[in-house]
């Protein structure tokens, strides 16, 4: 018996059941003792047993292959609505169809790490209808598996394919998209239609097969859509998803190479703007969207972002475009606030006020005010429309004065001379030391301040590593030399 599973029977040995617990406490069981009638005693109903499976069930890294047998998985999982069989061994979409058909409460499903790239045959009969949640990160299922799941999950409302190793989208509504995707040929009777990326002659003969965009329905109920982690580089790809889920609410990009918010061929088209789709064109309902760690350079693409019309939260941190721009993060903040009136949370943080959004455009005028007139974006006219042609901010230094000049006092001399208020008190008892003779140690220093002598008198300069500015010295005041006794 190996030590994991020893130590798993131990605990389970020691670790009664919840009925278990009732029982003890409360003294439910066959011989309960007489009780006071005045008590209230509560009735725990006994379910046969292992038939109580709680409705969140977790199994990861449990090697899991196999369903199990059927009659068993009826009986025992009828309850549960949330399935985490994570970094299992499952291969066979058989199996999970075999699991999961015996649940038929469940709404959220992960099987992230089980190698389940396909293919997948529709189980015939199969209903799953209540099923919101889907996660398949690092399973490598290819897209075609994914239409097929979507069309057996009507009401799927999150969808997790992270770390799929995806750099195309191969499912469209449309024969013919963004980024010149067409028909291949003809397809004979009862096969799909498909068509081809304008980047399918860059690949590999290997990928070529593989790489081709096959025409689906849309699925209206998916709303959330993680991709993270992909190595999806083009906007084009990204239009799919938008056009595959027209509700979509949130996207998730994280760790995408995404080097640009239109496509190579948009940028070659931008003259034909007739011609040019817009980025947004696809994502109305889009409410948030993750991109942070994308490859993006340009100032231009936070701009198309402003242009996505339910856009809220967004984040963009770690872009190669922050590395170049010399501002802190601070005044970078301000400037994405300034070029995004819509987003109330931009890269997690608290949610821009009205006074936050009103300062950041400000500075963003300022910003550009010494800039020539041909690097200053659109937003920048808008701004200034709504708030003016603003005056540079002038430039007040508060440091303090670093020589002025004091009158040092000593019995009946008095001399002006000028110090530097950044010496510490005992650094000025030693210059001291040769103009009135008394060594630093037996010397008091008091200091007075000209426009507080009648109302505050005398300061005594007690503490020797004090900086002289700390006192608020100017010019005109005073310090009396005095001998301790």
Excluded at 423 to 432: F, I
């Amino acid at each position: 018996m190996c030590r994991r599973f020893k130590a798993s029977l131990e605990t389970k040995a020691k670790m009664p059941t919840l009925l278990e617990a009732l029982e003890n406490k409360y003294g439910f069981g066959d011989h309960r003792e007489k009780i006071d009638e005045t008590l209230v005693s509560i009735f725990v109903p006994k379910l046969p047993p292992r038939l109580s499976v709680p409705e969140l069930l977790i199994l990861n890294d449990c090697n899991i292959d196999k369903a199990g047998k059927p009659e068993d998985l009826r009986q025992k999982c009828c309850t549960v609505k949330e399935l985490d069989l994570a970094q299992n061994k499952l291969e066979d979409w058989d199996e999970v169809f075999g699991i999961l058909s015996h649940m038929p409460r469940v709404e959220f499903v992960n099987l992230s790490l089980n190698r389940l790239g396909g293919p997948i045959e529709i189980p015939q009969p199969w209903k799953m209808d209540r099923l919101r949640s889907l996660v398949l990160n690092n399973t490598k299922l290819e897209w075609y598996g994914v239409e097929t799941l979507l069309q057996l999950l009507p009401v799927l409302e999150e969808l997790h394919l992270s770390l799929n190793d995806y750099t195309h989208v191969l499912l469209d509504t449309t024969e013919e998209d963004a980024n010149g995707c067409q028909t291949a040929e003809e397809p004979a009777s009862g096969e799909s239609e498909s068509c081809q990326c304008s980047s399918f002659s860059t690949q590999s003969s290997q990928d070529k097969k593989h790489a081709v965009c096959k025409k689906t329905e849309a699925h209206h109920g998916i709303k959330k859509l993680h991709l993270t982690g992909n190595h999806i580089s083009e906007w084009s790809e990204i239009c799919r998803v938008g056009r595959l889920f027209p509700n979509l609410e949130a996207l998730v990009l994280a760790d995408c190479p995404l080097r640009s918010l239109t496509s190579a061929q948009n940028e070659t088209n931008e003259s034909n703007s007739a011609a040019t789709p817009n980025s947004h064109e696809h994502f109305k309902t889009l409410t948030l969207l993750n991109l942070s760690n994308a490859k993006i350079n340009n100032w231009d693409d936070i701009d198309r972002l402003s242009k996505f019309p339910a856009l809220k939260n967004l984040r963009v941190q770690c872009w190669p475009l922050w590395e170049k721009c010399d501002s802190t993060e601070h005044e970078r903040r301000q400037l994405l606030i300034a070029r995004l009136p819509k987003i109330n949370i931009l890269n997690g943080g608290d949610v821009i006020g009205p006074v936050e959004r009103e300062d950041a455009e400000r500075s963003f005028i300022r910003y550009y005010l010494d800039k020539p007139e041909s690097d200053r974006p659109e937003r920048y006219f808008e701004l200034v429309a709504v708030h003016g042609k603003l005056d540079p901010l002038v430039n007040i230094d508060l440091r303090p004065e670093r020589r002025v000049k004091i009158t040092f006092t000593y019995g009946e001399t008095s001399e002006e001379r000028t110090v530097d208020v950044y010496r510490t008190v005992v650094d000025l008892k030693s210059r001291l030391e040769r103009i009135v003779g008394i060594p630093a140690a037996k010397m008091r220093l008091f200091y007075v301040d000209q426009d507080l002598r009648d109302l505050q008198g005398l300061e005594e300069m007690r503490y020797p590593h004090k900086r002289l500015y700390s006192y608020n010295i100017r010019s005109g005041d005073e310090i009396i030399v005095d001998q301790k006794h």
